[in-house]
Nanobody, 120 residues
Framework: QVQLVESGGGLVQPGGSLRLSCAAS????????MSWHRQAPGKERELVAE????????NYADSVKGRFTISKDNAKNTVYLQMNSLKPEDTAVYYCHVKVWFGLRLVPYWGQGTQVTVSA
């Protein structure tokens, strides 16, 4: 079955960096685009960054452009989110996401989430 397992979250001071990882299994990783989303308390889940199946193209939320970088290692079935110059408003639970085709159905999957807290 499809599994997405995030890691790398934690507590960091403003201006600091973290790298999130999402290990994927149960589908042909190299064939699928991947994305990172986040959800802060009391807010809706939002797209942070997305990357094509080959890693050749990326897209970012305006709030993280120039600070975050998404990357994809198809040999390791892992997608990363490098987060630099972190701000308190980046505090949220971060989720890895993929939509996988099963026959004619496109099924969404989410990881369990990893907490990122930016605080002095």
């Amino acid at each position: 079955q499809v599994q997405l397992v995030e890691s790398g979250g934690g507590l960091v001071q403003p201006g600091g960096s973290l790298r999130l990882s999402c290990a994927a299994s149960g589908f042909i990783f190299s064939s699928y685009a991947m994305s990172w989303h986040r959800q802060a308390p009391g807010k809706e889940r939002e797209l942070v960054a997305e990357i094509t199946n080959t890693g050749g193209a990326t897209n970012y939320a305006d709030s993280v452009k120039g600070r975050f970088t998404i990357s994809k290692d198809n040999a390791k079935n892992t997608v990363y989110l490098q987060m630099n110059s972190l701000k308190p408003e980046d505090t949220a639970v971060y989720y890895c996401h993929v939509k996988v085709w099963f026959g004619l159905r496109l099924v969404p999957y989410w990881g369990q989430g990893t907490q990122v807290t930016v605080s002095a």
